[in-house]
């Protein structure tokens, strides 16, 4: 009988343990969705966040990838540029770089809003999941954009400082920092890596939350 209750009792501990595992893997998969209403992160309070928007280029980007250091910069990809570039696309997944979606200009979005579920699947294509970040080329959000990415339970993220040409930002504690990589508006990749080299980057889950992200292989 006693051996019985033990059999029960480690049983229900088993379940129990499952199930608090179930529920924080649910937790882990929307932790970002910290507001109850579709919103745009663009700043934090901690460290300072380095993103690269990228929708051209391809042996400079390629040399790029693979010269890339850690911390690594949170990627936007362009839907396009990815079906351009699935070698890029393999490396960036083989370094396990952590990807965002990066959307057209936001007018595009109020002529066609199936546009971003067509982007979304080519992402989804490429990586193997729907991507937990997003943005527009142009960081705006319209009101029926912002709430077709909520629904697909996607964070959008702008930007506090938009290095587009030129000279370097000067940056603080806080601050998601936006780089362009467009065929029209590019930063050198060359002063992008002395960029990157001269200051401590962390993860965006580290500037907005105070916390560092475990590594976590893409498919």
């Known amino acids: 009988m006693n051996q019985m209750k033990k059999r029960i009792l480690i049983t229900l501990i088993i379940v129990f343990v ?124 319209p009101e029926p954009l912002k709430q077709q990415v909520w629904d697909s339970k996607i964070n959008m993220v702008s930007s506090s400082i938009k290095w587009t040409a030129g000279d370097p930002p000067t940056i603080q504690k806080g601050d998601i920092v936006s780089v362009a990589l467009h065929q029209k508006t590019r930063v050198s990749l060359k002063e992008l890596t002395a960029f990157q080299k001269a200051h401590p980057f962390v993860s965006i889950e580290e500037t907005l939350f105070g916390y560092k992200k475990q590594t976590k292989t893409i498919p």
């Open 18 to 141: 499952f199930l608090i595992f179930i529920q924080q893997k649910e937790q882990w998969t929307s932790v970002f969705r910290v507001t109850e209403q579709p919103d745009v992160l663009m700043k934090g309070n901690h460290g300072v966040t380095l993103t690269v928007d990228l929708s051209f280029g391809r042996e400079d980007v390629d040399d790029w990838i693979t010269n890339l250091e850690k911390p690594y910069p949170l990627l936007f990809l362009d839907a396009d540029w990815m079906e351009r570039s699935p070698l890029i696309v393999k490396k960036i997944k083989e370094k396990n770089i952590p990807v965002g979606l990066l959307g057209q200009e936001s007018k595009n979005y109020e002529e066609n809003l199936a546009l971003l579920k067509k982007e979304i699947e080519i992402f989804q294509s490429e990586f193997g999941v729907v991507p937990l970040w997003y943005r527009t080329k142009d960081n705006i959000f």
